[in-house]
């Protein structure tokens, strides 16, 4: 059964009067439990879990230690081009914007990467619109034959590809694929997605199973909040990474939190995810999948991120510039996809982790 069939499933189930039902002996029941099942997680992003957040902390920080230790990994993201077809209503990037377009020649690349790389960075999260015919598989092969030199991960979040293509890319050396369905919601998904290639619901959803099967080893999804209801996206969010785990064993299944900032295109966040509901929610996908990777980009402010390290975040982005050519190339009106909000550099966000207790890893992969 692919993950369409499973989302189709739950087009009837009325999510509202479930939440409305939910009691506080049901989410005792459910944080009693060792293997939690969905309507488990069901309960735990339900309103009165908030009444819960302290006991839900101490359980997903207990968890997060046994499978990842004292660590959170960081990445860099580097965007390469912001060429764009498509018409995502909350986007900055998005083809009806009117802005200089920039695509990176692979000299400039290279000159990114080695500024990113002298901070320590040694894996890289590689970003482009949707333009193939600017961005063809040739030119992809070509960025990793560079980034190969410079970092030991390489991640990409870049358009949705056919499972031949994931392949051709894998050989070349990339190993990892971060694809946000951005809304589970099929009819929010088609108002915001009104033309281009990624008005193809189904074509996204399946991507990171394509990815799965051309052999990346991790795999990082999410919704972007703001778009759909909140505790609804969660919960198909969280089956979805669910679903990737039990489907691809060898996989590393990973989920963001993206909220959506003031940059992103004119539209407003239909739905405020406030900080106690992001923490809830990240709790509830601890305890719902221990093995979990949990990332947090520079979306989110510096004391936010500095509190998430106790509650089950593993991965976090650094120094990030979310510009084409950010790093080395600064333009003064260069357009940026999102706002950074973190501002630190990779060595204060590292010497933040190690206040922490924890320990920044750098490389934890290798490419050959
Ligand atoms: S979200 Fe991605 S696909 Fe959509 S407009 Fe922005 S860059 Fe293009």
């Not at 980034?147 to 050989?171: C, G, H, Q, T």
């Not at 990030?320 to 950010?326: I, L, R």
Request: with cysteine.
């Amino acid at each position: 059964m692919s993950f369409m069939e499973l989302v189709d499933r739950f087009e009837t189930f009325d999510f509202n009067e479930y939440f409305q039902s939910v009691t506080r002996a049901d989410i005792q029941r459910s944080l009693n439990r060792d293997h939690l099942e969905p309507y488990d997680l069901l309960n735990l992003l339900s309103e009165p879990a908030q009444g819960f957040l302290e006991e839900m902390a101490q359980k997903a920080r207990k968890l997060t230690l046994q499978y990842f230790g004292r660590t959170i990994g960081l990445y860099a993201p580097m965007y390469i081009s912001d060429y764009c077809s498509n018409h995502c209503t909350y986007c900055g990037f998005n083809t009806t914007m009117d802005f200089t377009r920039t695509k990176l020649s692979l000299e400039q690349i290279e000159c990114e990467a080695k500024v990113i790389a002298d901070t320590g960075i040694r894996h890289i999260l590689v970003l482009t619109g949707e333009a193939p015919a600017k961005t063809p598989i040739s030119y992809f092969e070509n960025t990793i034959g560079i980034l190969k030199n410079y970092f030991s991960s390489i991640a990409l979040e870049v358009f949705p590809m056919d499972e031949e293509k994931y392949r051709i890319l894998k050989k070349a050396g990339a190993d990892s694929l971060t694809v946000y369905q951005e809304v589970y919601d099929k009819k929010i998904y088609s108002q915001v997605h009104p033309k281009g290639r990624k008005a193809d619901y189904q074509y996204r959803l399946l991507t990171p199973e394509r990815g799965a099967k051309a052999g990346f080893r991790g795999i990082n999804i999410g919704t972007l909040f703001g778009l759909g209801e909140p505790r609804t996206e969660a919960f198909v969010s969280g089956l979805h990474a669910k679903y990737l785990e039990r489907e691809f064993p060898d996989v590393e299944v990973s989920l963001s939190l993206p909220r959506m900032t003031k940059a992103q295109g004119g539209i407003k966040p239909k739905h405020i995810l406030t900080d106690t509901r992001f923490v809830q929610f990240m709790l509830a996908w601890r305890l719902y999948m221990p093995r979990l990777g949990i990332s947090i980009s520079t979306r989110e402010s510096a004391d936010f991120r500095d509190k998430l390290i106790h509650l089950g975040a593993t991965r976090y982005s650094a120094g990030s510039q979310t510009d084409v050519g950010g790093y080395a190339l600064k333009a003064n009106d260069a357009t940026v996809q999102f706002e950074v909000t973190d501002t630190r550099s990779v060595e204060e966000v590292s010497d933040m982790i190690r206040q922490s207790g924890y320990q920044p890893v750098f490389k934890d992969w290798e490419i050959f």
